[in-house]
C-alpha cells in the first residue's frame, strides 16, 4: 500500500551487530563461567548459543571475556541451543 508506516519485522529498540565471538556466562547465584558463542549484540541485548541452553538460569551475568564484569541479563527467549537476553 501506499504511504505506509508499518515497521518490518524486527523492531528493536537498538541495532544488533554480528558478531560470532566467543563470551562467557556466570549464573547469578554462583562464581563458576560458562561459555558460549555471541551470535549478535547491542546496547540493549544479546543473542547467544550455548550448550545446554534450558540448564541457564532466567538471569546471569553476560561477559565478553572471561575476566570482565559483564552486564547482567535476563533470558527473553530459547530456542534449542540459543537464547535471547536483554540487558537489565
Not at 508499518?6 to 547469578?28: E, H, L, Y
Not at 547491542?42 to 572471561?66: C, E, H, K, L, N
Not at 564484569?69 to 533470558?75: D, I, K, L, Y
Amino acid at each position: 500500500m501506499f504511504g505506509s508506516t508499518r515497521r518490518g519485522k524486527d523492531q528493536r529498540k537498538a541495532a544488533r551487530r554480528k558478531v560470532s565471538v566467543n563470551g562467557f556466562i556466570r549464573p547469578d547465584s554462583g562464581f563458576a563461567v560458562r561459555p558460549c558463542t555471541i551470535i549478535d549484540l547491542s546496547d540493549t541485548g544479546v543473542q547467544i548459543s550455548i550448550d545446554a541452553a534450558q540448564s541457564v538460569p532466567s538471569t546471569f551475568t553476560f561477559m565478553t571475556s572471561r575476566t570482565g564484569t559483564g552486564r547482567r541479563a535476563s533470558v527473553k527467549w530459547r530456542r534449542g541451543s540459543q537464547i535471547g537476553a536483554k540487558f537489565l
